[in-house]
């Protein structure tokens, strides 16, 4: 059988299990996607998987990231870290944050 066209890439269907609240940070596995509108529990939405998005950050001494820095999604924290381990991969930076700066700006990838 071949492979059949789905949709564009740049995001993906969700249904949750608990309400969502548009800009929160999903994982399911490996996928890391962000929500792109709030989503009702039990209807279905959607996750963006690709774009840049300002995630939230440490701003701990020691928590900047340089720009172009593979970054990973801390669940736990619900924080992006340049920390890949028991972390999952979210994407690349394209801005610096210093260490005082709440956020960090990603582009997406998987």
Same mark, same amino acid.
């Given at each position: ?13 969700y ?6 609240? /548009? ?5 399911q ?5 962000v929500? &792109? ?6 209807r279905?939405?959607?996750?963006a ?5 300002d995630?939230?950050?440490? !701003? ?5 990231i ?12 619900q924080q /992006?870290?340049?920390t890949?381990t028991?972390n &999952?991969?979210?994407? &690349?930076? !394209? &801005?610096a ?6 956020t960090?700006?990603v582009?997406?990838?998987q």
């Amino acid at each position: 059988m071949a492979a059949r066209y789905i949709q564009d890439d740049e995001s993906v269907d969700y249904t949750p299990g608990s309400n969502v609240t /548009a800009g929160d940070v999903v994982v399911q596995g490996d996928l890391v996607g962000v929500a &792109k509108l709030d989503i009702l529990a039990g209807r279905l939405g959607a996750l963006a998987v690709e774009g840049i998005f300002d995630f939230p950050k440490s !701003t701990a001494g020691g928590s900047a990231i340089a720009v172009g820095t593979t970054v990973y999604w801390n669940a736990g924290a619900q924080q /992006a870290t340049a920390t890949a381990t028991g972390n &999952k991969l979210i994407g &690349k930076t !394209t &801005k610096a944050a210093a260490d005082a700066d709440a956020t960090v700006r990603v582009r997406l990838f998987q």
